[in-house]
């Protein structure tokens, strides 16, 4: 069982930055994907970015150029700095765990992207853009 703990969030003006944090207590971090999701009441949870097992990452195109994920393995922690936020980006963000990523690249490769390829979910943190 993998526990996800997400910081970060808040209320942030149109255009500035925010950074999330989440936090895997699996000791075995290094073998999992770990993505972002963003939700908003009244609509599906949408994908945002995944960190593959060597660190490549991918992210979506409506986020491409603003949002970044990162990982650092020695902290069990994945990271979305986002960058020129917009209202339309308020929403409830979640980080997920793939345990299954031993053979997947996001790279080039088979990125775990939709929500059936994640086996963990953390509890989620609210960003407002006004």
């Known amino acids: 069982h993998v526990q996800l703990v997400e910081s970060g969030g808040g209320s942030v003006q149109a255009g500035g930055s925010l950074t999330l944090s989440c936090t895997a207590s699996?000791?075995?971090?290094?073998?999992?994907?770990m993505a972002w999701f963003r939700q908003v009441p009244g609509k599906g949870r949408e994908w945002i970015g995944t960190?593959?097992?060597?660190?490549?990452?991918s992210v979506g195109d409506s986020v491409k150029g603003r949002f970044t994920v990162s990982r650092d393995n020695a902290k069990n922690s994945v990271y979305l700095q986002m960058n020129s936020l917009k209202p339309e980006d308020t929403a409830m963000y979640y980080c997920?765990?793939?345990?299954?990523?031993?053979?997947?690249?996001?790279?080039?490769?088979?990125?775990?992207?939709?929500?059936?390829?994640?086996?963990?979910w953390g509890q989620g943190t609210q960003v407002t853009v006004s």
């Open positions: 699996q000791s075995t971090y290094r073998s999992i994907c």
């Open positions: 997920a765990a793939d345990v299954n990523c031993a053979s997947e690249y996001c790279g080039g490769g088979v990125c775990p992207i939709a929500l059936s390829d994640f086996d963990y």
């Open positions: 960190s593959d097992t060597e660190g490549m990452t």
